[in-house]
């Protein structure tokens, strides 16, 4: 069979792509798969690395104010309506399959048109526009959280499934992890990372916390590709010298290792970090982003918090003797840090690959 996926961006919309992508060829070794994404999202480097080929289209969102720039958003629109009609003609695929991004608009709707099978993913607690109105044109909607189902019309489409993760994220334990990030494993392990972009208000508060931290601390931040030169210019500008229990990098390819040795992790709530986070059982300090459409990084953290895995801040309230006040308070108390940990494992969705998979079988 033949499998198309539209999806783009970020990496919370590109990874659950490529966790079904794999399971597909785990039970189904001759089928083909093709990706469909825009030219500048994180997909252009994240698919090609995974082995699938990608071909691009032109995406725009919509601005909610109406400008010239919405005249232009709609000539692109039709653009990429036509890209995508004609990738669909030449590819004919069996089943296209959308994990988000603004690639998925034309994609999924020229899909659903056409009579092709269609399927939509959505990651996140509170759904996302595109997929509230894709969701009257696909056969089926896999939603991540149960507080999802409640806003779509057509619940009868709706299956709860969870959110695919990377089987790669269990092959490694603390020790490895540790070893294979250059730490020591006698001492606890703070991760901060703000997503594939970074986030600047996480960098510059764990710049600062790494001043106030006691020796027997060590600090992993990720500061994100497009933050990791500001981070730097601050660092040299406090004059800050880094120990070498302190490793800044702007961006990790093998999360694998980071969950494993993590003894919390401070991040946005995204709902794939979440995902993985709750699958590895790792404790979390997050702060959900308020620059994301409907604040639905507030909507997915509120679920862990609920759960007793994670505790929230919001941007607004976040200061480095806060954090730094929170993380000393989780590492003092080893019976409150493991309760989160369970709790975390208790609420995790590890098989949601292989639950879309089977999804997309009954309806074919």
């Known amino acids: 069979m033949k499998y198309l996926f539209a999806g783009g961006g970020t990496g919370g919309h590109i990874y659950p792509a490529i966790a079904i992508a794999k399971e597909i060829l785990k039970n ?16 252009n480097e994240l698919v090609p690395r995974e082995g699938f080929e990608l071909k691009t289209i032109t995406a725009q969102g919509f601005k909610r104010k109406l400008s010239l720039d919405t005249l232009k958003t709609v000539h692109k629109a039709i653009i990429g309506l036509k890209e995508a009609n004609k990738i669909l003609k030449e590819f004919k695929p069996d089943v296209v399959i959308g ?3 603004y690639v998925c608009g034309p994609v999924l709707m020229m899909a659903a048109l056409r009579g092709i099978t269609t399927l939509i993913h959505e990651q996140n607690a509170f759904p996302g526009l595109t997929n509230k109105i894709l969701s009257r044109f696909v056969k089926v909607v896999a939603v991540s959280f149960e507080e999802s189902v409640k806003y779509f019309k057509n619940k009868e489409k709706v299956v709860v499934t969870g959110n695919p993760i990377r089987k790669e994220l269990f092959e490694t334990d603390r020790l490895e992890g540790m070893k294979r990030l ?8 703070v991760v901060s990372v703000g997503g594939s972009r970074g986030a600047e208000k996480i960098n510059f508060i764990m710049v600062k916390l790494i001043k106030m ?5 060590q600090v992993l931040m ?3 590709t497009n933050q990791y030169e500001k981070v730097l210019e601050k660092i040299k500008n406090d004059n800050l010298n880094l120990e070498e229990s302190v490793k800044i990098i702007p961006y990790c390819h093998n999360m694998e290792d980071v969950y494993a040795a993590a003894d919390i992790m401070v991040c946005r709530a995204g709902a794939i970090t979440l995902a993985e986070i709750t699958a590895k059982g790792v404790a979390s300090i997050l702060v959900p982003s308020p620059y994301v459409a409907n604040n639905h990084q507030e909507y997915n953290a509120r679920v862990l918090e609920r759960a007793g895995a994670a505790y929230v801040i919001l941007e607004k309230d976040l200061t480095a003797q806060g954090l730094y006040d929170k993380i000393n308070y989780l590492l003092n108390n080893s019976s409150v840090l493991l309760g989160m940990k369970e709790n975390a ?17 009954s309806i074919t």
């Not at 189904?28 to 997909?43: C, N, S, W, Y």
């Not at 949601?352 to 998979?357: D, G, H, R, V, W």
């Open 213 to 217: 931290k006691n020796k027997n601390l």
């Open 28 to 43: 189904e070794k001759d089928a083909q798969i093709l990706f469909v994404g825009t030219k500048k999202g994180l997909e």
């Open 345 to 361: 494992k208790k609420i995790s969705k590890i098989d949601a690959a292989e639950k879309i998979y089977k999804l997309i079988k």
């Open 222 to 224: 990720i500061t994100g």
């Open 182 to 189: 250059g730490f020591s494993p006698d001492k606890p392990l």
């Open 99 to 101: 994990t988000g991004g």
